[in-house]
């Protein structure tokens, strides 16, 4: 049988091209929902992860069970707000958080996709924070706090939210009640300061210095 080139008669046979469906599967690109907020990214960028959620999301045959809406696009019920920065890793392997998103946050959604190179990011992020809290030096706030001897017993014992006795310095009688002379005291309290703090507090002041150094002479 003589091969057949397409040419009959002179005249060249064009066949009509095959009709193209959309496969969603197949498809470059792919539309995911995530808490109502729409994103448009690569197949490519999802599976960056081979044990990620998102990875196991975008095979041919998923083993997940994933609803669509009725644009085509993935439902996600996470945090919209986090996910961007999040597919944002996936395509250039930066983590960036706004100001307004914390890095706990963060590994949150990171542990959910199961992205194992993010989780190991934001942990070590997380470790170096807390180390340079850890490293600062701690500072404290002072006050003086002026009372008689019978108050002395109630004001100790009703200090709060971090306040701690330092030193009680007798500075005499300044009142007489009729024939019986009250001591007269100063107690200096301190506070640790965090560093969101810093700015609501003075340093100590220098009266507070004295009064210690002077108490511990007595």
């Not at 080139?5 to 197949?26: K, L, Y």
Request: hydrophobic residues 30%; proline residues 4%.
């Amino acid at each position: 049988m003589a091969e057949t080139h397409g040419e009959i008669s002179g005249h060249v046979c064009r066949r009509p091209a095959p009709v193209q469906t959309f496969n969603h599967r197949s498809s470059k690109w792919v539309r995911l929902n995530v808490g109502g907020t729409y994103f448009l990214t690569t197949r490519q960028t999802l599976c960056r992860d081979p044990k990620s959620f998102l990875f196991r999301l975008c095979q041919t045959e998923p083993d997940l069970d994933s609803d669509k809406d009725e644009s085509g696009a993935y439902l996600i019920d996470r945090d919209p707000m986090y996910f961007g920065p999040v597919l944002n890793y996936l395509r250039h392997g930066k983590l960036v958080l706004d100001k307004n998103l914390t890095e706990e946050g963060a590994l949150e959604e990171a542990e959910f996709y199961n992205i194992t190179s993010l989780i190991k990011l934001i942990k070590e992020k997380i470790s170096e924070r807390e180390a340079k809290t850890t490293d600062s030096p701690v500072k404290h706030v002072y006050r003086v706090l002026q009372c008689q001897e019978e108050e002395l017993t109630q004001m100790v014992s009703t200090m709060s939210d971090g306040w701690k006795f330092e030193q009680l310095v007798n500075i005499g009688s300044s009142y007489n009640y009729g024939n019986e002379d009250q001591a007269e005291f100063l107690c200096v309290v301190s506070k640790e300061l965090h560093n969101q703090s810093y700015s609501s507090y003075t340093q100590p002041s220098e009266k507070a210095k004295i009064l210690q150094e002077r108490g511990s002479r007595i």
